[in-house]
């Protein structure tokens, strides 16, 4: 093929259509809400913001006497505001060379990059707000009785069994894959597997992909030893003021002098059950809490108020645990002391959202071109060098992401 004098519109279109195809497990995460974001003749600025409702719950009723509930949706907002971006440089001579020299060389490099830098914020940002987690952590999950602790976790939650998805990291993907072959599995299901890094179809999950950016979470330096509830404060809450958040404070005590506790850390109370979301009947599974700020426990042993989800509901078709949480409960934490487990993922669709929109075109910017094709906008600038006769050029993205239900999803390890 010729060589072509490359412009700015072949290089965003071009790198588009090689972002779109190697999204993966970004796929896998709730997309719909860029539609709200395609409207704008001039594309938008970090920080536009919709809102989701949170489904309302009922209880059923016994018998022919009416019983009118209300109806109470609980909201949320997804905000526009990660920009990310890559940025390289061309000389005059580069800028000539075909677009399939171009691809391999820089853009389907760069993308990849990007697509990885993404996809890490997205889980980084997710995983917290996640409270349940099946299996033993730390633990490698290498077979499918092992996998199988999430989809069994969410049907105890029950989450849907369609669009459900999991994100591993490559150790306990392969340790789980080679497992498969040994027990009769398909030929297709591996080998697509082995091929592309994405089992399809395994306990009825539309993907499960192996992501070498699977976070590791790190528990802070605080020991529950003598962890206990303090009900001092309010232990248990209501839904309508929880509804929006689906957060509470929860008064604790007795813990190390001056320990810390890490953003979604895991813990469990003493004799609080978790309860089927439907029959609101109490589980065998202690309720799992997960830290949702970053918290330094008192100087001195005394009163330590800690951020908390899923809110302490006892009543109601909101209903989260059997029973509140008693004086001086037992807190115990899941994992040790500053220890790191990494966090995969099974997951309904509409647990996560991620959502991309087209940017602004700046005021005094020339030959901006900015691309869209599934509801994923990208937008490229050149910037020339006179004196080097370089062009700069910068490939920017702008997104949002969200956890909007943590009830759909469970965070997974092995077995043991």
């Known amino acids: 093929m010729a060589n072509t004098t490359l412009t700015v519109d072949k290089v965003a279109r071009e790198a588009l259509l090689i972002l779109n195809n190697e999204l993966g497990v970004l796929n896998s995460f709730h997309r719909a809400f860029e539609e709200e974001w395609q409207n704008s003749t001039n594309g938008y600025k970090s920080g536009a913001t919709v809102r989701i409702r949170r489904p309302a719950d009922f209880t059923v009723r016994s018998g022919a006497v009416m019983d009118k509930q209300d109806v109470i949706e609980g909201r949320t907002n997804l905000t526009i505001d990660q920009q990310k ?23 389907k ?9 993404i996809a890490q914020d997205c889980m980084d940002t997710f995983y917290p707000a996640v409270y349940n987690w099946a299996g033993t952590y730390g633990e490698t999950i290498n077979s499918f009785i092992d996998f199988a602790k999430g989809p069994e976790r969410l049907d105890e939650m029950a989450v849907p069994m369609t669009q459900r998805n999991s994100w591993m990291s490559p150790s306990d993907y392969w340790a789980m894959v080679g497992a498969q072959a040994g027990l009769g599995a398909s030929d297709k299901l591996v080998g697509d597997a082995w091929k592309t890094g994405k089992l399809t179809g395994l306990a009825g999950f539309d993907g499960i992909y192996m992501t070498q950016v699977t976070p590791t979470h790190t528990n802070g330096s605080a020991v529950d030893t003598n962890a206990l509830v303090d009900d001092a404060g309010t232990v248990e809450v209501t839904y309508d003021t929880a509804k929006n958040t689906w957060t509470q404070t929860l008064n604790t005590d007795t813990w190390g002098n001056s320990q810390t506790l890490a953003a979604g850390s895991v813990f469990t109370i003493a004799d609080v059950y978790m309860v089927n979301p439907k029959t609101k009947a109490a589980t065998t599974i202690l309720q799992q809490f997960t830290v949702v700020t970053a918290t330094t426990t008192h100087a001195s042993g005394g009163d330590t108020p800690i951020t908390i989800s899923p809110p302490i509901i006892v009543t109601g078709p909101h209903q989260t645990v059997n029973a509140t949480a008693a004086n001086d409960a037992a807190i115990t934490l899941v994992g040790a002391a500053s220890t790191g487990y990494r966090q995969n993922m099974c997951y309904h669709k509409n647990a996560f959202a991620c959502a991309f929109a087209p940017m602004e075109i700046p005021q005094g910017a020339v030959n901006v071109s900015r691309q869209s094709m599934n509801g994923i906008s990208v937008r490229v600038i050149p910037v020339y060098d006179g004196i080097n006769d370089n062009s700069a050029w910068r490939l920017d993205v702008l997104y949002g992401r969200k956890c909007i239900d943590p009830r759909l999803a469970s965070r997974l390890s092995g077995t043991g």
């Open 109 to 117: 490099p760069a993308m990849v990059s990007l697509v990885n830098g």
């Open 85 to 107: 971006g890559i940025d390289f440089e061309f000389s005059s001579t580069d800028l000539t060379l075909s677009m399939e020299n171009l691809n391999e060389r820089v853009i």
